[in-house]
């Protein structure tokens, strides 16, 4: 991972550095393996990698390589090593636990037939099953039921392109039934109805009939009947969902597809009756003509110099425990533990997790160090606050982004060779200055590409190139249809980035309408399928095509 020359200097460093009192006197957490992994990259022997790395909660990969290339334990080289070998090195590897190891379908895929057959019979499933080495060599795979649960592994795991070279292809109703059946059958109506390049397996998955499925599933199968038609399935689908479901927006959403299908009012009306504020809910406010009205923008405040900012993330934690236990019985001693200032986030925090779902929280916390961003770009910016933090400064994710804004440590390190605030260690992210200031950055680089708020949402939680090969990769993603965009918003195949995008859109509306300068949300949709106007790519694209057609 590269690094600016300060930030390097200065976590390698004893006097900016972690050190091990720091990392011994904080409670196992989430925080706690964050100073552990900046602690791992300094300057450190291995006596001290050892102390560190025993007390990380809830061990990953990244932790144990970067600790095994600390350690002198031979056992942990010895992993680290297997686990990374290459798929050329696969018949070569003489140590049964080590290719076990190191074996994966994905990389299974590159070697040859007999290769595949001498590694399944001198493994044996003496480590775990490995027969779906033998089914790689199949002529053809969901053609009959013999040997689906080894199929299904394949599907799931030995990549895309395999996927598309094997599995596209419709199939009989007596492997569709015997899918169904299947424990894998959730994984394989995902990875199959998100991937606009899994066609005819889509075609078949249409077909599917109601049974008894989780509430995703069911909600992708109806998404998938909606686009072949199948509009029967559909609904039955969403009803079904619709009384699974537990989170209002998931009901919400199952609501509104209801009453996209069927245009039946009584839908509608219900949906504008939910308590939530998501995009769906307020689709169906602005179609009836109805106002959101069960949020908060401002709550008193006295000074209060002990109040908690949220900032210290050791802090921000022992509290957050205490909050999600709150009543609304026990929350007055809460809020006067957060009632300065500095702490009209904190305070709104408490306020929205004890009376959820009837209240939402959409105060102008840290308003003083956005002063240069005009009331677009404000809105913009509070709409993507609220949804990676809740206006919590000190919080840590689990891939360690920082702060308000969410800047994952290759970010800091990125802008901090540029920005003129020079953080001097990674927890000065959690300061809400440095992270707004670095975040106006970053969007400065998407807004300039990505012209409709939820292109930028997604640009910022999963990248600006991902974005961008979502809307040029030949798929038709966004593109006007009957059901579109909300189709294609439906069957993004990152679960938590078209989540996200959905949650900061709402959000973006909220703020418009806050700061002064409402924007009808059916606008943004329309926008959205309109590529001259919603993204520099598609724009550029069609000018040749313009240029064309007004020369005939």
Not at 297 to 305: A, E, G, H, R
Not at 397 to 409: C, D, K, V, Y
Not at 513 to 522: D, S
Request: with cysteine; proline share 4%; hydrophobic share 35%.
């Amino acid at each position: 991972m590269k690094r600016s020359l300060l930030l390097s200097f200065l976590l390698a460093t004893s006097s900016w550095g972690i050190t091990l009192a720091e990392i011994n006197d904080k409670p196992a957490s989430r925080q706690k393996n964050f100073l552990i992994w900046q602690f791992l990259h300094q300057d450190i022997n291995a006596s001290q990698a050892s102390e560190a790395f025993y007390q990380v909660e809830n061990v990953n990969d990244r932790f144990l390589f970067d600790y095994s290339a600390k350690t002198d334990e031979t056992d942990i080289k010895y992993t680290t090593d297997c686990m990374q070998k290459k798929a050329c090195d696969l018949p070569f590897i003489e140590q049964d636990d080590c290719l076990m190891l190191a074996l994966t379908p994905y990389k299974a895929v590159a070697l040859k037939n007999e290769e595949r057959e001498t590694i399944s019979v001198r493994l044996n499933n003496r480590f775990g099953n490995t027969q779906w080495l033998k089914a790689l060599n199949q002529e053809s795979f969901y053609s009959s039921i013999d040997n689906l649960h080894n199929e299904n592994t394949l599907f799931r795991l030995a990549g895309t392109q395999f996927r598309y070279d094997h599995f596209n292809h419709t199939v009989t109703p007596e492997v569709l039934n015997a899918l169904t059946q299947s424990s894998a059958f959730s994984q394989i109506v995902f990875l199959a109805v998100t991937d606009p390049k899994m066609d005819q397996l889509q075609q078949s998955l249409a077909m599917v009939n109601v049974g008894n499925f989780d509430p995703k599933t069911e909600f992708f199968l109806a998404m998938n009947a909606i686009k072949y038609g199948n509009m029967a399935n559909a609904l039955e689908y969403l009803k079904s969902a619709k009384g699974h479901y537990y989170a209002p927006i998931d009901k919400d959403k199952c609501l509104f597809w209801l009453y996209k299908i069927t245009q039946d009012n009584t839908y509608l009306t219900e949906l504008s009756q939910s308590l939530d504020i998501n995009m769906y809910v307020l689709y169906a406010r602005e179609l009836l003509g109805l106002p959101t009205e069960n949020y908060f923008t401002t709550l008193p405040t006295t000074p209060n110099q002990k109040s908690i900012t949220g900032i210290d993330p050791f802090e921000w934690r022992a509290f957050s425990q205490e909050i999600m236990s709150s009543t609304p019985e026990t929350i007055t001693p809460l809020i006067d533990r957060c009632d300065g200032e500095d702490s009209i986030a904190i305070q709104g925090y408490v306020l929205e997790r004890t009376y959820e779902p009837y209240i939402h929280n959409f105060t102008h916390a840290y308003d003083q160090y956005m002063t240069s961003l005009n009331n677009d770009q404000k809105a913009l910016m509070y709409a993507l606050m609220r949804q990676e933090t809740r206006f919590i400064p000190g919080l840590i994710s689990r891939s360690f982004a920082l702060g308000l804004m969410q800047i994952m440590p290759f970010n800091v390190d990125t802008i901090s060779k540029v920005h003129p605030l020079k953080p001097t260690k990674y927890f000065d992210m959690l300061k809400p200055e440095y992270s707004i200031a670095y975040s106006i950055s970053h969007l400065k680089h998407l807004t300039d590409k990505y012209y409709n708020p939820i292109l930028v949402a997604y640009g910022y939680n999963a990248g600006f190139g991902s974005t961008k090969r979502l809307l040029t990769d030949g798929s038709g993603r966004f593109l006007p249809g009957t059901y579109e965009p909300f189709l294609s918003m439906e069957l993004m195949g990152n679960d938590e980035n078209r989540e996200y995008g959905k949650k900061v859109l709402a959000n973006y509306v909220m703020y418009k309408k806050i700061l002064g300068e409402e924007v009808k949300i059916t606008s943004l949709f329309d926008n959205l399928v309109q590529p001259s106007q919603s993204d520099y790519f598609r724009a550029e694209a069609l000018k040749p095509l313009l240029v064309q057609s007004q020369i005939e």
